[in-house]
C-alpha cells in the first residue's frame, strides 16, 4: 500500500486518467489435466481490500480491467470463456457495492488479452449486457523481440496490414454485443518479451507503433494503451536515464494534433506511403499523418476533397489559401537505426531544466505539394480544409 500511495501522488501530480489491472486468477487452481488452464472461481476478497483502501484514501480509479492475457490460448494460463464471463459478473456487482454513486463508479473492462473469435463471444454472451464496460484485448504484432527480422517486418507494408483482421474482428464483436466504451488497445508494445533491444528504442519503431494508432483509429478503437511508459525495451522513457525515446515524441505529437473524429482516406500511390487523417485536435481543419516507408523514394503529394453530397468520393483537387502546419520527423543521422529523432531538422532533446523542447510547426505556402522525404514521418495540419464529414 506505500507503493499505492507513492503512486497516486505521481498520478496526482500529472492528472493522468486511471485504469487499474486485476488479477484474476485470485482462487483458482491450475487444472490436472489442461496444461495452462486454471479452474474454480475468482476469489474477489483481494479486489475488496484494495477497493476499500483505494476508497478511504480518495484515490480515483477511471476503470478497473479483469486480468492479464488470460482469453483464448492465454499467455502462460488461461481460463474458460464461461467462466471468465461469471467472475467479470462478480466484479462488476462488487463495484456497485463498493462505489455507491453512479457518477463516480469505475468501469469495468475486459478481458484485457489476445482476440480468439469464439472467446471473445462466449465470454461476452455468458456476462451479458452492461456488464462489460468496455472491452479490451493486446496488439503485439511484430512477434518475440529477440526475433532478427525484426526491421524487416516494421518496414514491409503488407506485413503491417496483417493486424487488420484483428481490428475487424474485434470491431465485428463490439457491433454484435454494444459495449458502452467500445473496444480498446489495453496494451500494445510491437514486439513481445519486454520489446526489442535494438529496434524499440530507436526512430524506426515509430513506423510500426504511429502506423497502429493510425490503424487501430479506423477500426473504432477508441484507445491505445502503449506497452509501457517506462520498462523494458519498449518504454517511451530510457529506463536508466528518463531520457525520451523517438516514440516518445511521436506519440507526444498525434496526442496534440490528432483529434477523436477519424476520415476515410484513399490514395493512389505507393503502399510504402501509409496515411491517416483526423478532425485536428484544435479546431478547424484536419490533421494527417504521412508514414514513409521506404528506404529511397521521397513522395510530393497533392490533395484531394468530395464536394457535400457526393457520397464521400474525392472529386477535386484541394488547394488551400491558409499556410500548413507541418511536422517532419527524421532520424538525427538518417539511419532510422537512431535513438535520436529531429522535428524540423531540430534534434529533441531536453532543455538544460530537462523540459520537452519547442515542438513548433513549419508554416509552408498551401499552394505547394506536401513532400515527404524517405524514411520519415510527417504531421500535417490543414485550417481549411473542410471534408464532407466536417458540414
Not at 512477434?143 to 496490414?161: A, E, H, R, V
Not at 511536422?327 to 531540430?346: E, S
Amino acid at each position: 500500500m506505500e507503493r499505492w500511495d507513492q503512486l497516486n501522488r505521481f498520478f496526482n501530480h500529472t492528472g493522468v486518467k486511471l485504469t487499474f489491472g486485476l488479477n484474476a486468477l485470485f482462487g483458482r487452481n491450475e487444472s490436472q489435466t489442461e496444461k495452462g488452464l486454471w479452474i474454480g472461481d475468482w476469489q474477489p476478497q483481494n479486489t475488496r481490500d484494495f477497493m476499500q483502501y483505494t476508497i478511504s484514501k480518495g484515490y480515483k480509479v477511471d476503470s478497473f480491467e479483469f486480468g492479464n492475457q488470460l482469453s483464448g490460448s492465454g499467455m502462460g494460463a488461461k481460463v474458460d470463456a464461461k467462466q471468465y464471463g461469471k467472475d467479470v459478473i462478480v466484479l462488476k456487482n462488487l463495484v456497485k457495492e463498493l462505489y455507491a454513486h453512479p457518477e463516480t463508479q469505475p468501469k469495468v473492462l475486459g478481458p484485457g488479452g489476445f482476440y480468439e473469435e469464439k472467446w471473445f463471444n462466449t465470454f461476452l454472451e455468458v456476462s451479458g449486457h452492461g456488464i462489460v464496460d468496455g472491452l479490451t484485448h493486446h496488439i503485439y504484432n511484430l512477434g518475440p523481440g529477440d526475433d532478427p527480422n525484426m526491421m524487416n517486418k516494421i518496414l514491409d507494408p503488407s506485413y503491417l496490414n496483417q493486424v487488420s483482421q484483428t481490428y475487424k474482428g474485434v470491431s465485428d464483436v463490439v457491433n454484435k454485443f454494444r459495449p458502452q466504451l467500445g473496444a480498446w488497445v489495453s496494451e500494445s508494445g510491437g514486439a513481445l518479451n519486454g520489446g526489442s533491444k535494438d529496434v524499440s528504442r530507436t526512430f524506426a519503431d515509430g513506423f510500426w507503433y504511429l502506423d497502429q494508432m493510425g490503424m487501430a483509429s479506423t477500426y473504432d478503437q477508441k484507445v491505445f494503451c502503449r506497452q509501457a511508459l517506462i520498462g523494458g525495451n519498449y518504454g517511451l522513457l530510457n529506463a536508466t536515464t528518463f531520457v525520451p525515446n523517438p516514440d516518445y515524441y511521436g506519440a507526444l505529437l498525434w496526442h496534440r494534433l490528432m483529434g477523436s473524429t477519424v476520415l476515410a482516406v484513399t490514395k493512389e500511390s505507393d503502399p510504402n506511403l501509409r496515411v491517416y487523417a483526423h478532425f485536428a485536435k484544435k479546431k478547424p481543419g484536419v490533421s494527417l499523418i504521412f508514414i514513409n516507408l521506404s528506404k529511397d523514394r521521397s513522395f510530393n503529394i497533392t490533395l484531394s476533397n468530395a464536394k457535400p453530397g457526393d457520397a464521400g468520393k474525392p472529386n477535386y483537387e484541394f488547394v488551400g489559401k491558409q499556410n500548413r502546419e507541418e511536422y517532419h520527423l527524421r532520424a538525427l543521422t538518417g539511419d532510422i537505426k537512431d535513438d535520436i529523432v529531429c522535428l524540423n531538422d531540430v534534434p529533441m532533446v531536453q532543455t538544460d531544466s530537462e523540459d520537452i523542447p519547442a515542438m513548433d510547426p513549419k508554416l509552408v505556402d498551401a499552394s505547394t505539394p506536401i513532400s515527404i522525404a524517405a524514411q520519415s514521418i510527417a504531421y500535417v495540419t490543414i485550417r481549411d480544409f473542410e471534408a464532407p464529414a466536417c458540414v
